[in-house]
């Protein structure tokens, strides 16, 4: 079996990596580090390779997970980093994890990902996917947006704010749950919208199926706009732009042990007596 272990370059995590590796050379697999931030990564690795492991934060997995999608294989998150949302297993528990993978003993759960693009009639003009979350927002601080949205071809409703933030269940603890959105098990199949700093009381966060399309644009002008997805790709728009948003065919093959999310919401978010 190929192994990827992509890495934060921390020096926890390359320790981390270090032994991993040693164990999987011992079980006669063969290994590959790609480390997060090279200049340029080769997706010849990933597609010659079983899984990927995963070592460090959130970040970390997020930006794994976009190879993990783009080539079809599964991926596993061991935490060497802070929060860990995502990671599957913590850093002191990780070699034992490890194990336990290669012997076979887990499963394969799938998570949602959004598919996103930037049409303008109808010409696509930008196009990619994200795992956590797409993020409309304005690229210039002085201008409040004023954000229509369609779910399918009915009219959703319009938010005056600083931007809109299209989660899955999988980003709902991350910039969505800091904006005041819902958290939502992993294993709940939905998009979730919440508005950045709506200029209205009664703006909520709201649910929708994914069997839905979103259609969002900017009634004035989509010139002071930009989109987001998973913090790391971004694409300015221009005027007569509009977003459109719904689930991507292809989910996440996350490796899973049976981990208790909700476990892993009290131990985070400090919810204990």
Not at 66 to 82: K, M, Q, S
Request: aromatic share 10%; with cysteine.
């Amino acid at each position: 079996m190929n192994i990827v272990f992509f890495i934060s370059p921390t020096e926890k995590a390359k320790r981390l990596a270090e032994s991993l590796q040693n164990i999987s050379e011992n079980r006669n697999h063969s290994v590959s580090i790609v480390e997060l931030g090279s200049d340029k990564i080769d997706n010849s690795v990933f597609k010659n390779s079983q899984v990927i492991i995963s070592i460090g934060g959130d970040g970390t997995f997020l930006k794994a997970s976009h190879f993990a999608i783009e080539n079809d294989i599964p991926i596993l998150g061991l935490n060497a980093g802070t929060l860990g949302f995502l990671t599957e297993a913590g850093f002191a528990e990780s070699e034992q994890v490890f194990c336990k993978y290669l012997d076979g003993e887990y499963e394969i759960k799938p998570r949602v990902a959004l598919e996103c693009s930037v049409k303008n009639d109808d010409k696509i003009c930008f196009s990619n996917f994200a795992l956590n979350e797409a993020v409309v927002y304005r690229s210039e601080f002085t201008r409040l947006l004023t954000l229509s949205f369609f779910i399918n071809e009915d009219y959703g409703g319009t938010y005056r704010a600083d931007g809109l933030i299209i989660s899955t269940p999988s980003g709902s603890t991350a910039y969505s749950l800091s904006a005041g959105g819902p958290i939502v098990s992993p294993d709940v199949e939905c998009m979730i919208l919440t508005a950045i700093s709506p200029h209205t009381l009664s703006a909520r966060p709201l649910i929708i199926p994914t069997d839905k399309v979103l259609r969002i644009y900017d009634k004035k002008d989509s010139d002071y706009m930009a989109i987001s997805l998973d913090g790391h790709l971004t694409y300015k728009l221009s005027a007569g732009d509009e977003v459109f948003i719904k689930k991507m065919q292809k989910n996440l093959k996350t490796i899973s042990f049976n981990k208790d999310f909700y476990a892993t919401i009290r131990e985070k978010l400090g919810w204990t007596e």
